[in-house]
Protein backbone atom coordinates (compact mmCIF):
# COMPACT_ATOMS: atom_id res chain seq x y z
CA UNK A 1 0.00 0.00 0.00
CA UNK A 2 1.48 3.56 -1.52
CA UNK A 3 2.62 5.81 1.71
CA UNK A 4 2.23 2.90 4.47
CA UNK A 5 5.60 1.03 3.82
CA UNK A 6 8.17 3.22 2.94
CA UNK A 7 10.56 2.03 -0.28
CA UNK A 8 13.90 1.44 0.52
CA UNK A 9 16.86 2.71 -1.45
CA UNK A 10 17.99 0.43 -4.42
CA UNK A 11 19.62 -2.94 -3.20
CA UNK A 12 18.36 -2.28 0.33
CA UNK A 13 15.72 -4.74 2.34
CA UNK A 14 12.95 -3.28 4.03
CA UNK A 15 13.39 -1.60 7.26
CA UNK A 16 12.11 -3.62 10.24
CA UNK A 17 10.25 -2.03 12.34
CA UNK A 18 6.52 -1.98 14.55
CA UNK A 19 6.03 1.08 11.94
CA UNK A 20 6.46 -0.47 8.71
CA UNK A 21 4.85 -4.11 7.42
CA UNK A 22 2.32 -6.24 8.13
CA UNK A 23 1.77 -4.11 11.85
CA UNK A 24 1.37 -1.03 9.98
CA UNK A 25 -1.01 -2.76 8.15
CA UNK A 26 -3.15 -4.01 10.81
CA UNK A 27 -2.91 -0.50 12.25
CA UNK A 28 -4.67 0.99 9.61
CA UNK A 29 -7.13 -1.31 9.04
CA UNK A 30 -8.41 -0.99 12.56
CA UNK A 31 -8.37 2.64 12.67
CA UNK A 32 -10.28 2.64 9.16
CA UNK A 33 -13.06 0.43 11.46
CA UNK A 34 -13.31 2.34 14.18
CA UNK A 35 -13.47 5.78 12.03
CA UNK A 36 -16.50 4.16 10.22
CA UNK A 37 -18.11 3.51 13.43
CA UNK A 38 -17.45 -0.13 13.94
CA UNK A 39 -17.53 -0.82 17.61
CA UNK A 40 -14.20 -2.18 20.00
CA UNK A 41 -16.03 -5.62 20.66
CA UNK A 42 -16.45 -5.85 16.91
CA UNK A 43 -12.68 -5.11 16.10
CA UNK A 44 -11.48 -7.23 18.73
CA UNK A 45 -13.00 -10.10 17.26
CA UNK A 46 -11.28 -9.02 13.75
CA UNK A 47 -8.12 -8.46 15.14
CA UNK A 48 -8.03 -11.98 17.66
CA UNK A 49 -7.43 -9.54 20.77
CA UNK A 50 -8.83 -11.97 23.78
CA UNK A 51 -9.28 -8.90 26.24
CA UNK A 52 -11.21 -5.41 24.28
CA UNK A 53 -9.46 -3.12 27.01
CA UNK A 54 -6.45 -4.38 25.18
CA UNK A 55 -7.94 -3.27 21.62
CA UNK A 56 -9.24 -0.03 23.36
CA UNK A 57 -5.70 1.01 24.44
CA UNK A 58 -4.12 0.21 21.11
CA UNK A 59 -6.41 1.33 18.60
CA UNK A 60 -9.11 3.39 19.37
CA UNK A 61 -7.61 6.76 18.61
CA UNK A 62 -10.64 9.72 18.16
CA UNK A 63 -10.86 10.08 14.91
CA UNK A 64 -11.96 13.69 13.37
CA UNK A 65 -15.55 12.18 12.31
CA UNK A 66 -16.23 10.75 15.54
CA UNK A 67 -17.24 14.23 17.07
CA UNK A 68 -19.41 14.33 14.27
CA UNK A 69 -20.92 10.93 14.64
CA UNK A 70 -21.42 11.68 18.32
CA UNK A 71 -22.72 15.20 17.66
CA UNK A 72 -25.71 13.87 15.28
CA UNK A 73 -26.70 10.75 17.50
CA UNK A 74 -26.98 13.07 20.87
CA UNK A 75 -29.40 15.56 18.37
CA UNK A 76 -31.40 12.68 16.97
CA UNK A 77 -31.91 11.20 20.46
CA UNK A 78 -33.37 14.77 21.52
CA UNK A 79 -35.31 15.17 18.64
CA UNK A 80 -37.07 11.76 19.23
CA UNK A 81 -37.55 12.59 22.74
CA UNK A 82 -38.78 16.34 21.76
CA UNK A 83 -41.38 14.44 19.12
CA UNK A 84 -43.17 12.40 21.83
CA UNK A 85 -43.81 14.94 24.29
Not at 5 to 24: C, D, K, L, T
Not at 33 to 55: C, F, Q, R, V
Amino acid sequence: MAGVIPVPERGQPYAESRENGMHALRHFYASVLLDAGESIKALDEYLGHSDPGLTLRVYAHLMPSSRERTRKAVSTTYQRLDKQN
